[in-house]
């Protein structure tokens, strides 16, 4: 079975600068999705970044990016230039791939890192 | 922009009641899913729905639980008598055709056995 480990249950960072939440996950499929979701206080879960795990290049979503080691089986999010709307949950998260025999895309999380932004 | 809702935001109920969690996916989404967290732990699994029926469920997903899409919008999550570890958070979310890798996911609802 596939495991997501977030060994930061809370983190903060001084507003417009860089902070980065570590995931590593275990499994031993080699098609697989991993995602990071963000949870603010009384909202919903949106997905902010995923990575497939058979692109080299790790992805980038404007301020969002991640440093993927497939070898390592790392996956962590950094974000830069924070700003106060970025203070939520922030899930790890890994679903199969097609290839692995993957179907129903249920999602297997980390138990999350709260991100405080201080002004 | 779409959301998925979920009703009641909290649902307190005493051991041994049925209870009833509802939500209203995507007009568009085809695949449903229920995940669970308890206080302090990993956001899990249980059942994912497709073509009026479950596609996959966890170990957790037992006798007691069910699901159901009574009509063509609300998505439904039947416990059919609670216990006190089934004190949780329920999240509801589903997932279109298009978009295949995003789970759209509901504010849960907080579910409190006493």
């Known amino acids: 079975a596939q495991t997501v480990t977030q060994s930061q249950p809370e983190m903060s960072v001084q507003e417009a600068e860089t902070v980065t939440l570590s995931c590593t996950y275990d499994?031993?499929?080699?098609?697989?999705?991993l995602f990071w979701y963000k949870q603010p206080p009384s909202r919903q879960m949106i997905l902010v970044i995923r990575q497939e795990a058979y692109k080299q290049q790790n992805a980038t979503e404007n301020r969002f990016s991640v440093n993927f080691q497939k070898a390592a089986k790392s996956f962590s999010l950094k974000i830069s230039d924070s700003q106060l709307g970025d203070a939520a949950m922030y899930f790890c998260?890994?679903?199969?791939?097609?290839?692995?025999?993957?179907?129903?895309?249920?999602?297997?999380f980390g138990k999350g890192t709260l991100l405080t932004v201080n002004p | 922009e779409p959301e998925v809702t979920q009703t009641p935001s909290h649902q307190v109920t005493q051991m041994g009641q049925e209870v009833i969690l509802r939500c209203v996916p995507i007009?568009?989404?085809?695949?449903f899913y229920w995940y669970r967290q308890i206080l302090g732990q990993k956001v899990e699994f249980l059942v994912s729905?497709?073509?009026?029926?479950?596609?996959?469920k966890s170990e957790i997903f037992d006798d007691q639980f069910s699901v159901e899409r009574p009509d063509g919008s609300n998505f439904t999550l039947k416990i059919r008598s609670t216990k006190l570890e089934d004190s949780a958070m329920y999240f509801c979310?589903?997932?279109?055709?298009?978009?295949?890798?995003?789970?759209?996911f509901g504010p849960g609802t907080r579910l409190t056995v006493l």
């Open positions: 499994t031993s499929e080699s098609d697989y999705y």
């Open positions: 729905f497709y073509n009026n029926e479950i596609s996959e």
């Open positions: 979310a589903s997932r279109g055709l298009e978009d295949t890798d995003t789970q759209y």
């Open positions: 007009s568009n989404h085809l695949y």
């Open positions: 998260a890994y679903r199969t791939g097609p290839y692995s025999g993957g179907s129903n895309y249920k999602l297997t």
